[in-house]
T-cell receptor
Framework: QSALTQPASVSGSPGQSITISCTGA?????????VSWFQQHPGKAPKLVIY???DRPSGVSNRFSGSKSGNTASLTISGLRAEDEADYYC??????????FGGGTKLTVL | QLQLQESGPGLVKPSETLSLTCSVSGGPINSNNYYWSWIRQPPGKGLEWIGIISYSGRTSYNPSLKSRVTISADTSKNQFSLKLSSVTAADTAVYYC????????????WSQGTLVTVSS
């Protein structure tokens, strides 16, 4: 299975909004609404910020939102803050009954 | 609430078998609709899904690792384990165990992660 495609890096200024894309195929993102997003700070375990494409776990800021169109899922972070600077990963269920991660995106808050 | 803690050797020799155990507290691993995963992250690189075992013992593995991976569960100890055979330096990574729920892409909580280095 091929990793989902994410941009290597994105950046934004405090207060702005950014969007990170996660492109898969009809065998994963395009068919299933089982897409999650994780935030990972250096040296820490990943933290779930979005599940099932657009649902937010309790305690996660409503500045984080998710969506999907066709084979591409997206994570949007609004009102950027310095603490949002981290690596972000998507994951999707596949029609092989497996899961596949994206390659990760480094978010820089300028 | 669930908590996961992995344990196992931090150094494994090339061609040998990497073995890790994830101890679960806060709930039984055979609880309906819960799944238990292994995920790894080579130094400076991205996350890679290794495999999963369900509450009923059904397993699924990353096709690229399938020939070398075995995930099993011990309900009496409330633990699940990872065995990766014939390791090479490319298997050096931080290994995480994590909880997934059925019929959803929820993956939480995660363990803190343990670095396993493959070296002679």
């Amino acid at each position: 299975q091929s990793a989902l495609t994410q941009p290597a890096s994105v950046s934004g200024s405090p207060g702005q909004s950014i969007t990170i894309s996660c492109t898969g195929a009809s065998s994963d993102v395009g068919t299933y609404n089982f897409v999650s997003w994780f935030q990972q700070h250096p040296g820490k375990a990943p933290k779930l910020v979005i599940y099932d494409v657009s649902d937010r776990p309790s305690g996660v800021s409503n500045r984080f939102s998710g969506s999907k169109s066709g084979n591409t899922a997206s994570l949007t972070i609004s009102g950027l803050r310095a603490e949002d600077e981290a690596d972000y990963y998507c994951i999707s269920f596949t029609d092989s009954d497996t899961w596949v991660f994206g390659g990760g995106t480094k978010l820089t808050v300028l | 609430q669930l908590q996961l803690q992995e344990s196992g050797p931090g150094l494994v020799k090339p061609s040998e078998t990497l073995s890790l155990t994830c101890s679960v507290s806060g709930g039984p691993i055979n609880s309906n609709n819960y799944y238990w995963s292994w995920i790894r992250q080579p130094p400076g690189k991205g996350l890679e899904w290794i495999g999963i075992i369900s509450y009923s013992g059904r397993t699924s593995y990353n096709p690229s690792l399938k020939s070398r991976v075995t995930i099993s569960a011990d309900t009496s100890k409330n633990q699940f384990s990872l065995k990766l055979s014939s390791v090479t330096a490319a298997d050096t990574a931080v290994y995480y165990c994590a909880t997934q729920r059925g019929s959803t892409s929820w993956v939480d909580p995660w363990s803190q992660g343990t670095l396993v280095t493959v070296s002679s």
